[in-house]
């Protein structure tokens, strides 16, 4: 297999070379670093968030979309599959790179990260790689620019001539489709936090509905958290069993039951002060392979409509 970053370059160059098909606007930075606007100063598209979630998944994850409703409305629905993981999901799709530069601020997500491998999912997985090109998926309200692009450079050990960029803001098209296609990211993440061995989940099948794009980033951070922990279903398959199954599914819908604007309001819009188990899937499937078959969590439909306004 080759290098995650390898992988999702070459995807990269894809989306480029369709950028008029996916909406997406690309900017060369005086260094020659890559930046990609999948929905900053440009709305977003479906594809375009599909295409960006193939990338930030390196290329290990099928991704499309869907019709389904949702409290008896129509909606966009993202179906994401993997046999990777371990690799697709924590080493390259999780949100783990918070970028300040000059005045920037953004997270980075992407196989970018596993140039670093800081992050103590490199340390449980045992994976680290080093590469000629770095992608770096940035969602932020600003496109990233020659510092953002120096720093990611100087972390990655990668020339700047060899850093790509896609960019979206998360009130965008594409920020509300990127982040339904993280439902099965959450579910493996969290079973990880909780002590399971991540490279046991050998497969990972989710689906979640695209939430209605917000007028502001708050908003749209708490719709696109909503439909995750109300709406987001997990199907996993792993080797072992596990006491703490029952911990991997969202803890939204039986703790508050209400759209989480409220909740994060609350909290002053610390995530740090809020539990971690908000952070999951509403519901997980685990299937233990010639073991027994978990079932944790529940949809709420009345809770999405509300946060949806539908």
Known sequence: MDSL??????????????ADELTIDVHALSGDAAVLDFGVDVPGAV??????????????????????????????????????????????????????????????????????AEEEAFQRIG???????????VET??????????????RTGVPETGVFLPAFSTASVT?????????????????????????????????????????DEATAMARTTDA????????????ESFDRFEEVASVAGAEYGEPLAAVFEDADWDFADLPVGLFGPAQVTIDVVGGETHVVGETREDVLAESFGL
């Open 228 to 239: 995750l922990a109300y709406g987001g279903e997990v199907h996993l398959t792993v080797d």
């Open 47 to 116: 594809e375009a968030g599909m295409v960006l979630a193939e990338i930030q998944t390196a290329g290990l994850a099928t991704v499309q979309s869907t019709m389904d409703t949702v409290a008896g409305a129509p909606l966009t629905h993202v179906e994401l599959s993997t046999d990777h993981p371990a690799l697709a999901l924590l080493c390259s799709q999780k949100g783990g790179w918070e970028l300040s530069a000059d005045g920037f601020e953004g997270l980075g997500s992407g196989p970018a990260r596993a140039l670093v």
């Open 175 to 215: 920020g509300s489709v990127a982040a339904a296609a993280r439902a099965a990211e959450l579910a493996v993440f969290r079973l990880a936090e909780l002590g399971f061995d991540p490279v046991s989940v050998l497969s990972a099948n989710a689906r979640a509905p695209v939430a209605p794009v917000a007028g």
């Open 5 to 18: 970053n390898r992988m999702a370059t070459e995807l990269v160059d894809e989306a480029i070379d369709f």
């Open 141 to 154: 309200d600003q496109l990233p620019d020659e510092a953002v692009a120096a720093q990611v450079a100087e």
């Open 127 to 137: 994976y680290r790689e080093e590469a000629d090109f770095a992608v770096l998926a």
